[in-house]
Each structure stands twice: as structure tokens, then as C-alpha cells.
């Protein structure tokens, strides 16, 4: 869970600040005057939940399926 939380932190930050500055470049620098950066927060919570849901999903589903084995037989497995 911690490191979906982080790699969404991450990639918001990282994405909001390379976003910006490439299009403030092609902007002000390329003199292309059509782009510009808008900041929308649905996306951003959107990737979110689907991270850490999608994560649940795959720990629960590892989970299960250790269940179902008994101790003895993991063990011989291995």
C-alpha cells in the first residue's frame, strides 16, 4: 500500500511540473501560442484509485490463494 501511495504522489508531482514547464516552453519559448497547461484534479484521483484499488485487488487475490494450501503442503513446495 505504501508504495502505491508514493507512486501516486510521485507521478502527480513529476507530471505536474514537467507539464507545465514543457508546455510554458512551448508556449513562451516555440512561440506556440495554442498550447496551454491546465491543472484538472479528476485524472489525478482517477490514476489514484485505480492504483491502490488495483493493488487491494492483486494482495487479496495472493492472499486467497495461499489460503487455500495447508501449511505442510507450502512447505514441501518449497
Known amino acids: 500500500m505504501s508504495i502505491s ?3 501516486a504522489i510521485l ?3 513529476l507530471g505536474v ?3 507545465a514547464l ?3 516552453l512551448a508556449n ?3 512561440a506556440l501560442k495554442f498550447i496551454l497547461f491546465e491543472f484538472n484534479i479528476f485524472p489525478i484521483l482517477l490514476f489514484s484509485i485505480l492504483l491502490v484499488g ?3 485487488c492483486i ?3 495472493v492472499s486467497r490463494s495461499i489460503e487455500k494450501d495447508t501449511l505442510v503442503d507450502r ?3 518449497e
Open 17 to 19: 511540473t514537467v507539464g
Open 22 to 24: 514543457l508546455c510554458y
Open 28 to 30: 513562451k519559448v516555440l
Open 75 to 77: 512447505l514441501r513446495t
Open 5 to 7: 501511495v508514493k507512486s
Open 54 to 56: 488495483l493493488q487491494i
Open 11 to 13: 507521478a502527480t508531482f
Open 59 to 61: 494482495s487479496y487475490g
